[in-house]
Structures are given as C-alpha cells and as structure tokens.
C-alpha cells in the first residue's frame, strides 16, 4: 500500500461548497477507496465509498444528496464533491482504502491504509 494524501479542507459557511482530493500511490485508487470523518469526541464514521469494479458508489444517509464521490485513475486521485454543507458536516475528512478487492466497497473495519486528515468546518 502506497501513501495517502488528503487536501482540499477549509472553513466555509453553511451553504458553500469544498472539494476534497486524495493523492494515491501504488494503484490504490484500483482498490475499495472511501472517505470518512471523524468530530471531536465522536468516532469516525463512514462517508461515501466508491466500487473499484464498477464505480458505483455508496453514501451515509446523513450525506446522501449533497455529497458526490468520484476517482480519477488517470492522475491517481479519489474526489469528495460536498455542497450545501452544513454545521454538522464540521469533522476532519479522512480518505481510505482497503487492500482487498473484496467486498467492493470500503468501510471503517476493512480499510487499512489512511491518509492523515484534512480539517473541514462549516459555519452557521
């Protein structure tokens, strides 16, 4: 498993928009990838996750809507599309993969390569 690098982050009020990105290394973008987030005092839960055979992908209800995840295998980086943010969507954004084909899509238990965070808050 290659590296894992998130970037995108920032302060934004409710409403806006952000763009996350996650470099990858060593094809891992041809592996289950996700995002996931973690607020202070909670766990980290599950984001969205996309399917390395068939792109489809899969969405926390709490996101489903307003978040779009997408890969480019190209340049080697997982997207995280967020609009109409909201104060709760505040967490630091992490991006996983698993090193399994199997299943298809990633989740908290099964990922064992992840990136180091990068910080999102939403304003109210």
């Known amino acids: 498993q290659g590296n894992l690098v998130e970037s995108g982050g920032g302060l934004v009020q409710a409403g806006g928009s952000l763009r996350l990105s996650c470099a990858a290394s060593g094809r891992i973008v041809t592996y289950p990838m996700g995002w996931f987030r973690q607020a202070p005092g909670k766990e980290r839960e599950f984001v969205a996750a996309?399917?390395?055979?068939?792109?489809?992908?899969s969405y926390a209800d709490s996101v489903k809507g307003r978040f779009t995840i997408s890969r480019d295998i190209a340049k080697n980086t997982l997207y995280l599309q967020m609009n109409n943010l909201k104060p709760e969507d505040t967490a630091v954004y992490y991006c996983?993969?698993?090193?399994?084909?199997?299943?298809?899509?990633?989740?908290?238990?099964?990922?064992?390569?992840w990136g180091r965070g990068t910080q999102v808050t939403v304003s109210s």
């Open positions: 996983a993969a698993s090193s399994s084909r199997s299943p298809e899509y990633v989740s908290r238990n099964s990922a064992d390569n």
């Open positions: 996309i399917s390395w055979r068939t792109r489809g992908t």
